[in-house]
């Protein structure tokens, strides 16, 4: 039998630190793309390195000469595609860089394939996303529901989602767009809000932060566990033919509701007052220094131009024809898998400050640092 090799762009990533774990177990060659970094930004993936089945690559989405080459090299079965300007804010400020990996990077993955004539050996998924459906035309949304790109963000990942479907039509290739709602893990970037949030719980419990700034706590999300929804993009790409699935839990919570879990998690009950640039989160429950103390407050800083206020899924097709329980994870275990990570990571730096320091007084004192 051939062996199964696997390319995954955006290996550093959330998504893909966990699609590399979930592919090695089924005994696949993983082969991950990396970008050359000044400091080191490959905690998610440090594990691998080193494993006989794991392999890293340097190449870039914005140059298709290094996929060319690197799609030749590897000769991949599957592709994942997972690279991506990811942050929505962010595609605001930087929208031609994000239009340039988001949109154009997916057709240089296809145009990589086709190059190397892999067209009937490589699979392709990509990372498509619920941004789409950006100003929802229907709740909860599913396969049919119109889209509405509403960030350049997800007016980029819209080129993605349709040139896939193109080159489905046209080639012949087998290659097909998850459309991913929201997913998270203790492993998501930090400036995402759910990750901001129970960081920041984690902080204010430790005592080394006095309060979280956020935007628009009304926003609807359906959110789910990063690591059950890798197993999704596998799934996609056994099937017998190409087609598109949206991967979400079917359950709708707002920031607000995020953020008062998190805190309980952590310790702290907090009572939302006020409305608009005027809410605040109060303590009311926890440790007796923060009650009363005003913990959580809004900034227009992090409003949006347009901002996405409703997501949620409807996973029927993917329960059906993948077989995929949405319900592995729930919303409460994901906020407590997170907080509790945030907890022991915030403990375990305050520590290691504390043994610096007391290494710092002890070399003071015998006056080898002056
Ligand atoms: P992430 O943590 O932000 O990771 C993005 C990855 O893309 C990183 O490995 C990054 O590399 C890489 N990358 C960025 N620009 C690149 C370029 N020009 N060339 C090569 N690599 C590049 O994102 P994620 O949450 O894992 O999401 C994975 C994918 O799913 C993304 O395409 C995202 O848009 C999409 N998506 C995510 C969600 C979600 O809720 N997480 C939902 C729907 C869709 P560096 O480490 O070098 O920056
Ligand atoms: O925002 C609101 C914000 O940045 C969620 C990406 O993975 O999922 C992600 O995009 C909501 C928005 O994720 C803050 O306005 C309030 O309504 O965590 P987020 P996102 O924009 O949904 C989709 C599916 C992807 O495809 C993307 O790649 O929360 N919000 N206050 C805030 N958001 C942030 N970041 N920071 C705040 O302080």
Known sequence: MSKNIALITGVTGQDGSYLSEFLMAKGYEVHGIIRRSSVDFRERIAHLEGEPNFHLHYADLSDS???????????????????????????????????????????????????????????????????LYGKVEEVPQNENTPFHPYSPYAVAKLYGFWIVKEYREAYNMFCCSGILFNHESERRGETFVTRKITL???????????????????????????????????????????????????????????????FKYAGITLEFKGKGLNEVGVCIAGPSELIGKELVKVSEDFYRP?????????????????????????????????????????????????????NLAEYLEKGIVK
């Open 65 to 131: 000469m290094s996929l060319v080459r690197l799609v030749g090299k590897v000769q991949p079965t599957e592709i994942y595609n997972l690279a991506a300007q990811s942050h929505v804010q962010v595609s605001f400020d930087s929208p031609e860089y994000t239009a340039d990996v988001d949109a154009v990077g997916v057709l240089r993955i296809l145009e990589a394939v086709r190059a190397n004539h892999l067209e009937k050996i490589c699979k392709v998924y990509q990372a498509s996303t619920s941004e």
């Open 306 to 358: 347009t901002d996405v206020v409703n997501l949620w899924g409807d996973p029927t097709k993917a329960k059906e024809k993948l077989g995929w329980n949405p319900m592995t994870t729930s919303f409460e275990k994901l906020v407590e898998i997170m907080v509790k990570h945030d907890m022991a990571k915030i403990a375990a730096d305050n520590a290691a400050a504390n043994i610096r320091k007391t």
């Open 200 to 262: 920041a719980a984690a902080c204010i419990a430790h005592g080394k932060q006095d309060c979280l700034y956020l935007g628009n706590l009304d926003s609807l999300r359906d959110w789910g566990y990063a690591k059950d929804y890798v197993e999704c993009m596998w799934l996609i790409l056994q099937q017998d033919k190409p087609e598109d699935f949206v991967i979400a839990t079917g359950i709708q919570h707002s920031v607000r509701e995020f953020t008062i879990l998190a």
